[in-house]
């Protein structure tokens, strides 16, 4: 009703049937002297009726003593609870120039359009006084909707407002409160979000005209922020760490309190970090690089290794997802810790190539090794050294298995002392192997140390055990073998060994060539 009476155009407002419901100011004085327009049907009091909306037309009043006034109409309908209602627009066409009736054509059409907005507007001059507000606006400050008048400076309206304790926004200060809505008000341009008391959220976004007026636009993000929460809810509470991170600088922009946990940083130090910071030397460039060339999210497929803020080192696989904010990139990581599965993968390998009993490779280990080494073109030379311990059967019959184990275990660690880093392999019972390159002709100085590493008794339950050890040595391609024949020979070498009394070692060529036996003793 306010803004109605403010308008500075003669207005009629009928009902579903066509009486006129209401009458402005300026609309009472064109029908003059008639001295009573509500109630009357809009065919009794205009020369034509019914009027198309949207257009203008030329129509004659009645003023009720037998006079009339040309004017300009045009009419606007909605739908309201009591049906179909009706606006009608008068413009005495007398009065107006043509320059007239373009503003106030342009003038209507801004109210038109300000109407139709889904967002709450008010239009100030270049004194801060209003000039024009929609429907929404005025419901949303419905406690001062009674002082919404044309020319009342925007100032006021607050001071009203907060004196009336009706301001929807939460004020703790009125004072403080003022001054910095003022403020920032009078700034070219500003945008702020207010929580209201009844729950809602609202964007306050004030631009200043080019004449020095401004134009304040009042925007329900409830919703919005309600997501937002959610948003932010689902992201903090995830048990999997998240990292939030730009497209192209790849700073961390955020992390979830999971990911805080799980790298061991308080906010502050991990903030300060980029997405590959936490990366292992060597993995941080190929990283960064997959994710700026990233052009779609990313399904983890490659383990990262990734150091903790103690220095601990995890695997991670590492899911990217893309999120725009307007035209910023932003990727968040989803890390995935999978330590416990690298390292039993690791120990499944492991025991698949390594003895249970001594942690030596095992028989298949050692061909794998003896195959890489042995290759029939190359002039390199391989050694294999085939050993089987003397006097080992007794141990087990007398003191059991798990005193013949302990024994194996002590074996395992004198020959890997004495092979001085190269292969030592338990193929199985009581046999083991050594496999080394050699440069020119057989060293078998190793065969003499391992044999005088068993002048030591083994001490088992406190009694000294005596063990011997025979070999047998087999070289490739110096012997014309390869593989599984050069391990062959050797074993028959370790045979001859054997049938010349134990604890010395043969050399597998003494098959071929006349017979060169060697004493460890």
Not at 346 to 370: I, S, V
Request: hydrophobic fraction near 45%; charged fraction near 25%; aromatic fraction near 8%.
């Amino acid at each position: 009703m306010a803004f109605l009476e403010g308008c500075p155009m003669a207005v009629l407002i009928l009902d579903a049937g066509g009486v006129v419901a209401f009458a402005n100011a300026e609309g009472r004085g064109l029908f003059q002297p008639r001295p009573e327009l509500l109630g009357h049907q809009a065919c009794e009091i205009l020369s034509e009726w019914p009027l198309a909306p949207g257009v203008s037309h030329s129509v004659v009043l009645d003023d009720g003593a037998g006079g009339g006034r040309a004017c300009l109409a045009r009419v606007v309908t909605w739908t309201a609870a009591a049906g179909v209602m009706t606006a009608v627009l008068l413009e005495p066409e007398d009065e107006e120039t043509s320059a007239g009736k373009a503003a106030r054509e342009a003038s209507l059409r801004l109210r038109y359009v300000i109407e139709m907005l889904p967002q709450a507007v008010c239009v100030f001059d270049s004194k801060d006084r209003y000039i024009l507000w929609n429907r929404k606006y005025a419901e949303l400050y419905s406690d001062i909707a009674d002082y919404l008048t044309p020319g009342i400076p925007f100032e006021e309206i607050l001071k009203i407002s907060l004196a009336g304790g009706g301001i929807p926004e939460i004020v703790s200060d009125r004072d403080a409160w003022l001054r910095v809505r003022m403020r920032k008000f009078r700034q070219p341009s500003s945008q702020e979000e207010q929580h209201l008391r009844d729950g809602r959220w609202m964007r306050y976004d004030d631009r200043r005209t080019p004449d020095g007026g401004a134009i304040g636009m009042r925007i329900d993000i409830t919703d919005l922020k309600q997501r937002e929460e959610w948003l932010r809810q689902l992201f903090d509470a995830n048990p999997m760490p998240m990292l939030l991170c730009d497209g192209d600088s790849l700073a961390i922009l955020d992390a979830n309190l999971a990911a805080l946990n799980f790298y061991g940083f308080d906010r502050t130090a991990l903030l300060s970090k980029s997405a590959s910071g936490m990366h292992a030397a060597g993995e941080a460039e190929g990283f960064a690089a997959r994710l700026r060339n990233l052009e779609a999210d990313c399904e983890a497929r490659t383990v990262w290794r990734q150091h903790m803020a103690d220095g601990r080192e995890r695997h991670v696989l590492i899911y990217v997802r893309f999120l725009y904010e307007g035209p910023d990139r932003r990727l968040l990581l989803t890390v995935a810790d999978v330590s416990d599965r690298v390292l039993a993968e690791a120990e499944a390998n492991r025991l698949a190539h390594h003895d249970a009993l001594t942690g030596l490779p095992n028989r298949m280990q050692f061909y794998k090794a003896l195959a890489a080494a042995s290759n029939p073109g190359s002039a390199a030379r391989v050694v294999a050294y085939c050993l089987d311990l003397d006097g080992f059967k007794p141990v087990n019959d007398t003191f059991g298995h798990a005193a013949g184990d302990e024994v194996l275990k002590m074996v395992a660690v004198r020959l890997r002392s004495e092979a001085k880093g190269h292969m030592v392999a338990r193929l199985g019972g009581d046999e083991f192997a050594i496999l080394l390159p050699a440069a020119t002709d057989v060293d078998t100085r190793l065969a003499q140390r391992c044999i005088a590493a068993f002048e030591v008794p083994f001490v088992i339950r406190g009694l000294p055990i005596t063990l011997g050890v025979s070999i047998g040595i087999a070289s490739a391609p110096a012997d014309g073998l390869d593989g599984e024949a050069l391990v062959q020979a050797a074993d028959r070498a370790l045979y001859q060994a054997k049938a010349a009394g134990r604890n010395t070692w043969r050399l597998a060529s003494a098959e071929r060539r006349a017979p060169e036996l060697a004493k460890a003793r």
